[in-house]
């Protein structure tokens, strides 16, 4: 159950309902021309420059949406909820025995709002500082990515909680929503799990490294190794026919504690790193199947937990 209002500037009354598919088709051929719309009789008459399309609709909202009764109202900026919503939309995880992780969880952090999605292996949380909230809400996955895909930074959001649903209002645009039913993990405990082993690199020129090792990995799975010590080094490794391609690049980064060997889903850190951008990151090890945690100074506030990811026998014994 959901819906999206956006005010646009018209003239004359009236409501008509079409179906979006069709129009948004339309619309998106008419892009950077003056669009116009009326009712005609038994449908709505599109019109751009020579064009002239007649759509069929209802005078009735076929799906009405449910009124929010509003419980609280939050008000934040609209760059606080790109970045919140940016951080975390990714570790999302569509899992009908698990609905709960379907959505990216909303509420507070303890100094203002905080966001965090999680599946069976990452956790993406990012909290900021701001005005202390009370709602506790599991916004559907759709529902983020409408959000992120209409707000502009120049536009406030303001959000009206309920027991079951959820209104976004910012600019022109009015979105009403269903909430997921469930109670959501307590994830704090795990970034508590001690670790001894600290790498320290930027995180783009990481990123570019461990990317392009990756291209030797097996396409279903992208896994890679990571051999730390006094020589840090990545590795990826696949079958070819009867025997095998190996590839390694040597990392320039910074690692402290005893040496380890460990594997990952390059899908998973490639997401990770990518909400640092050029910042310095410090990626935190435990063993080599500890959940392992990476940070930054820069942005305080968001966390980022993966899972190791247990390598092919052969992977293990190659070296590149």
């Known amino acids: 159950e959901a819906a999206i209002v956006a005010t646009l500037v018209c003239e004359g009354r009236g409501t008509f309902f079409i179906a979006a598919k069709p129009l948004l088709a339309a619309v998106e051929r008419f892009a950077g021309s003056t669009v116009t719309m009326k009712l005609g009789d038994g449908g709505t008459i599109v019109t751009s420059g020579r064009s002239r399309m007649v759509m069929r609709g209802s005078e009735d909202e076929a799906l009405p949406v449910r009124e929010i009764v509003a419980d609280e109202h939050i008000n934040m900026a609209a760059a606080d909820v790109v970045a919140g919503f940016h951080a975390t939309t990714d570790a999302v995880l569509d899992d009908l025995k698990r609905p709960y992780l379907g959505g990216v969880y909303m509420h507070d952090g303890g100094h203002g709002p905080a ?65 997921i039913n469930g109670q959501f993990p307590d994830y704090a405990p795990q970034f508590t799990i001690p670790t001894t082993r600290t790498l320290k690199a930027r995180a783009n020129e990481l990123l570019t490294d461990l990317d392009l090792v990756a291209t030797v990995s097996s396409v279903k799975d992208r896994d890679i190794r990571l051999d730390l010590g006094a020589i840090c080094e990545a590795s990826a490794y696949r079958q070819a026919g009867q025997g095998f391609e190996s590839g390694a690049i040597a990392l320039e980064v910074d690692y402290s504690g005893a040496p380890l060997a460990v594997g990952f889903q390059m899908r998973l850190i490639s997401d990770a790193l990518l909400l640092f951008g050029k910042d310095e990151i410090e990626w935190r090890f435990g063993g080599p199947t500890d959940p392992s945690f990476i940070t930054s100074l820069a942005h305080p506030g968001l966390e980022t937990l993966v899972s190791p990811f247990m390598l092919a026998p052969e992977h293990r014994r190659v070296a590149a």
């Open 115 to 179: 966001f965090v999605a999680m599946d069976g292996n990452r956790i993406h949380a990012s909290a900021m500082d701001g005005n202390r909230i009370h709602a506790q809400a599991i916004l559907p996955k759709r529902l983020v990515s409408l959000i992120l895909a209409t707000i502009t930074e120049e536009a406030n959001a303001r959000f009206t909680f309920d027991a079951r649903g959820v209104q976004v209002e910012f600019g022109a645009y009015r979105i009403t929503s269903g909430l």
